[in-house]
């Protein structure tokens, strides 16, 4: 480990510092500063991070935009006729001017010089204990040093395999597809997980020709089989192909668009114009220069935090970076306990065990907790109640485009749920219940006494838990 100097005519010391400014680090350099500290952020790319620019927001307008073409198209049977003449335009423009600004973040870096932060636009790594150096984008190169915090919220890039041909072509990632300026022909999608699923359906619904290229069985492999047999029926019914046991071994592109060479039990080949990659996300905690402050890392495993998300007393790891759930969720929840530890404040300590999370495919996919294969290989005693969405009075009045379920998982040592998936129309509203639920461990006796308002899509929590065994 280098030694760091302490003071120097080149270090500035202030209070605090936030590499990284996505959603949780924003949120903590913000409420530091004002808080009255003395706060620099270091950001590289947009203050605000992924989720407001190429995450959760755009994607949520393009899925908005698909599931109102969606329910258009089942107004035959209900109500009447519809013509549906899908466009891509106001989906684009939204985008470009109600989420991004153009992709500008003027309005963001201001909320956060506002409250009394200073931004530097740079690239932050630690040079010691309570030191950041930052490669700023004029090419300059500052140091400061923390008296009480150093705040690493780095974040994750889209990982890219490294498969012949691919390097170089003009391939989508999440930062291309939410730039999409029309739906394209056809769109080949390498990945079964969130991001794959959810811009799939989005760009199918306006027509385009969707083919799924997925490694394992099924899609959504880390939620429970249920939630993946169903997206599969719904996908399969939406014209949307899915290539399962299939990989992607080489790449060519050509005006026409890309090629795709398959090893798998289908076709050798697929064609389409564009090839979005949504193949996973890479750490940038390998960037951050933690050996200098003494914290090993092998580039796989982020190291372990404390329970106020601590590596070293007054050095922060936060946010997708933690790897307990890269959600934007995650970050903010992060984000008030590191601010809250920062100032002194008791606000609980980070837990695990009920980190909600939603797919917004239609059906939405929500889940919270163990799902049953997970909460088995932790060795729990289980008891699993489900039950069919279709079944419920209200499921039954929805009739076209009901499909869902919920599934409950009980820990019969405890009387309480470890787990829950709640797949249906407003999937992820219903799941706030079940996360309640499981944050709390409520005892499901006291779930199975309390009042479901009628006839909601909630009252089939009712079922489920009715139907534990
Ligand atoms: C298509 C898509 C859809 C999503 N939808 C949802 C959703 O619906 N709900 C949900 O909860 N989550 C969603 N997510 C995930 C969500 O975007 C992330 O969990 C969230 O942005 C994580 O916040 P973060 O602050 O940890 O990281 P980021 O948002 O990645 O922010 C990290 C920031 O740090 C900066 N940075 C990194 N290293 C340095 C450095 N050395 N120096 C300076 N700056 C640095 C980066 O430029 C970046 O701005 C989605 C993600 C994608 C890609």
């Known amino acids: 480990m280098a030694a760091a100097p302490e003071v120097g005519p080149a270090i500035e010391v202030v209070d605090a510092i936030v590499i990284g ?114 490669r700023t984008h004029d090419g300059g190169e500052l140091t400061f040093r923390a008296r009480r915090a150093v705040v690493l919220n780095p974040g994750t890039d889209p990982a890219i395999p490294a498969v012949p041909g691919l390097a170089g072509t003009p391939l989508w990632t999440n930062r291309e597809a939410v730039r999409a300026t029309q739906a394209p022909e056809s769109l080949a999608v390498w990945g079964a997980g969130p991001i794959g699923m959810e811009l799939a359906q989005a760009f199918a619904r306006f027509g385009t020709k969707v083919t799924m290229v997925v490694r394992g069985a099924h899609l959504a492999s880390r939620e429970e089989p ?59 905690l390998g960037k951050l220069g933690l050996e200098q402050a003494g914290i ?6 982020p190291p372990a935090v404390d329970a ?9 790891l936060m946010g997708d970076a933690v790897g307990a759930g890269a959600f934007t969720h995650m970050s903010m929840y992060h984000a008030n306990i590191v601010a ?27 889940a919270v907790g163990l799902t049953e294969s997970q909460a088995r290989a932790a060795g729990l005693a289980i008891r699993v109640g489900y039950t069919n969405l279709a079944d419920s009075t209200r499921g039954w009045i929805h009739k076209s485009g009901n499909d869902g379920f919920i599934k409950v998982i009980e820990d019969s040592a405890t009387g309480a749920l470890v787990g829950a998936t709640s797949v249906g129309p407003h999937g992820g509203e219903v799941l706030s219940a079940l996360a309640l639920a499981v944050h709390a461990r409520v005892p499901v006796a006291t779930l199975r006494t309390m009042i479901y308002a009628y006839p909601t899509f909630h009252r089939a929590i009712e079922a489920a838990v009715r139907a534990i065994k």
């Open 296 to 301: 090993a890392y092998d580039g796989r495993t």
């Open 226 to 284: 249920e939630t993946a047999e169903l997206l599969e029926r719904v996908f399969a019914r939406e014209g949307i192909d899915v290539l399962t046991n299939t990989t992607i071994t080489a790449v060519e592109h050509s005006a026409a668009g890309f090629t795709l060479a398959l090893d798998g039990p289908g076709a050798p080949t697929l064609a389409a114009e564009e090839f979005l990659v949504a193949t996973g996300r890479t750490s940038k």
């Open 340 to 366: 809250g530890h920062v100032l002194g404040e008791d606000r609980g300590s980070a837990e695990t065990h009920a980190v909600p999370r939603v797919t917004f495919t239609d059906p939405e996919a929500g």
């Open 308 to 316: 106020h998300l601590q590596l070293a007393h007054g050095l922060y």
């Open 21 to 134: 400014l996505g959603p949780g680090g924003e949120s903590v350099a913000g409420e530091l500063a004002a808080a009255g500290l003395s706060v620099v952020g270091v950001e590289s790319r947009l203050v605000g991070g992924e989720c407001p620019y190429f995450g959760c927001v755009p994607s949520k307008m393009m899925i908005r935009a698909g599931n109102a073409l969606a329910e258009a198209r089942r107004v035959p049977g209900l109500a009447g006729r519809a013509e549906v003449v899908p466009d891509w335009a106001p989906v684009a423009a939204r985008i470009r001017d109600e989420a991004t600004d153009n992709w500008d973040d003027t309005v963001a870096a201001k909320r956060f010089t506002d409250a009394g932060g200073r931004l530097v636009r740079g690239t932050g790594r630690l040079t010691g204990v309570r030191h950041v150096t930052v």
